[in-house]
């Protein structure tokens, strides 16, 4: 082989389309039961948004984005996540004037330059959610619900949040320098990444994956102990109505996320079983991201979730989509006549709504009835010189093996009938 895929994208292969086809529906099911509108921004915007809006010093922007020089001399970049781009579609589309909370999700490809790895990819499609505009905790239920409706729909069980409180600017700064004060008294016994992070990002060195740092972490100061009232207010209420509501939740002190845009809530969802990548979705509260990118004060809530890792999901918890309906027409012809009224017959099947298909080219009727056997259709559709001549078309039911001879102006309307009858 010439080319090959570039190292962490994923082709997406035709046996995969039924667990496409389910999320995509469980998802489109899912948000307008919530009353969330679909929007996309392009995939690629100006590099100065993400630098701006995701923050200069996370991983993402240091070290993962596909960032290019256009022909114009511009620096362009493809989008490492959503929230940016969906916070820049809002502003410029004004969508601030429509009536609070503006509840919007999107579905398509995020690129970051990462370790691949079963789960991580440098291309993965995202399902993003972003409430704005209120600052309730019922929002951050609400926005937490969509993820969790979507998953115990889809069928998945060993749910769980993880969950956490940032704090907001009133009482994070004075959490983060004793947070590096209590890390510069372990400055010799941290990896070389939180040696650089205790001056650039110190929350960072709370989710470090070196077993070392994770030790130390284990005893650091708890940020959700240290929060304003504002704060502690919220993230009470929050865990009141998931108390109420039953949902199982877990307060993480080290959840702090890689994203610099988080105030208040943050949370995942944890799914046993998926592996080292047991996160299907991670979000958080943003209340002074538009701000920052020149709007008004707006709050605002919201996740991502990978599909490639709902699927993996899905296959490890043997979690099984429906099979996309077979095809319910084959036209088998013979002759010339014959094939000039195959096609029109698949046409008009089609403009009626039935899923109809024909073989190409002259081939003997028995290869063709194989064909439609492999194929598992209801119904084959036969026309031969004999059926020319008679002016009707030979419908078998393969089901049954009956046969019967229906005129061509009929036949459309019969199967028509068949199938909603057989609900096809
Ligand atoms: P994130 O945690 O970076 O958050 O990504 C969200 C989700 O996208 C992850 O939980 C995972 O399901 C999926 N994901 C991320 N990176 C990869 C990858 N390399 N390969 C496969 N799947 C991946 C954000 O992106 C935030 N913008 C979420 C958000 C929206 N926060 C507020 N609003």
Redesign the pocket.
């Given at each position: 082989m010439k080319y090959q895929s570039i190292k962490g994208t994923r082709d997406v292969l035709p046996e995969e389309q039924k667990y496409w086809r389910y999320i995509e529906e469980k998802i489109g099911s899912v948000t307008s039961r919530f009353g969330y509108q679909r929007v996309e921004p392009p995939i690629f915007e100006e590099t100065a948004l993400f630098l701006r809006g995701v923050g200069e010093t996370t991983d993402i922007v240091e070290k993962e984005m596909y960032t290019f020089i256009d022909k114009g001399k511009n620096s362009l970049t493809l989008r490492p996540?959503?929230?940016a781009g969906i916070m820049r579609l809002y502003l410029e589309n004004g969508l601030h004037s429509l009536s609070k909370p503006v509840k919007l999700y999107s579905i398509g490809p995020v690129f970051?330059y990462?370790r691949p790895q079963a789960?991580?990819?440098r291309q993965?499609t995202?399902f993003?959610v972003?409430a704005l505009g209120e600052q309730e905790p019922s929002v951050d239920l609400e926005v937490m619900s969509v993820a969790w409706l979507l998953y115990a729909e889809l069928g998945f069980s060993g749910l769980s949040f993880q969950l956490n409180s940032t704090g907001c600017p009133n009482c994070r700064p004075a959490y983060v320098e004793e947070l590096k004060n209590f890390y510069r008294r372990h400055s010799e016994a941290i990896c070389d990444d939180c040696k650089r992070r205790l001056e650039r990002n110190p929350l960072r060195l709370l989710d470090c994956k070196v077993k070392s740092c994770q030790q130390i972490s284990a005893d650091a100061p708890v940020i959700h102990e240290r929060l304003c009232e504002e704060c502690a207010d919220h993230f009470a209420t929050l865990r009141l109505y998931l108390d109420t509501l039953g949902r199982p939740y877990r307060i993480n002190h080290r959840l702090v996320?890689?994203?610099d845009y988080y105030t208040k809530t943050v949370f995942?969802v944890w799914v046993q079983g998926i592996g080292s990548q047991n996160?299907?979705?991670?979000?958080?509260r943003?209340d002074g991201l538009i701000e920052q990118l020149g709007g008004q004060a707006t709050p605002g809530i919201?996740?991502?979730?990978?599909i490639?890792?709902m699927i993996l999901g899905m296959r490890e918890q043997n979690i099984e989509p429906p099979k996309l309906p077979d095809p319910f027409i084959f036209v088998a012809h013979m002759g010339k006549a014959a094939d000039l009224r195959a096609v029109e017959l698949v046409t008009w099947f089609r403009e009626a709504g039935l899923s109809a298909l024909m073989a190409f080219g002259q081939r003997s009727f028995k290869s063709q009835m194989r064909e439609a056997n492999r194929l598992a259709v209801t119904y084959a559709v036969i026309v031969g010189e004999d059926e020319i001549t008679a002016n009707h078309a030979t419908v078998k039911n393969l089901a049954n093996g009956e046969q019967q001879a229906i005129p061509f102006d009929q036949v459309v309307a019969v199967l028509k009938q068949a199938c909603e009858r057989q609900r096809c």
């Open positions: 996540e959503y929230t970051r990462e789960g991580r990819y993965h995202q993003n972003e996320r890689g994203l995942e996160a299907m979705c991670g979000g958080g943003y919201g996740f991502g979730s990978g490639e890792r």
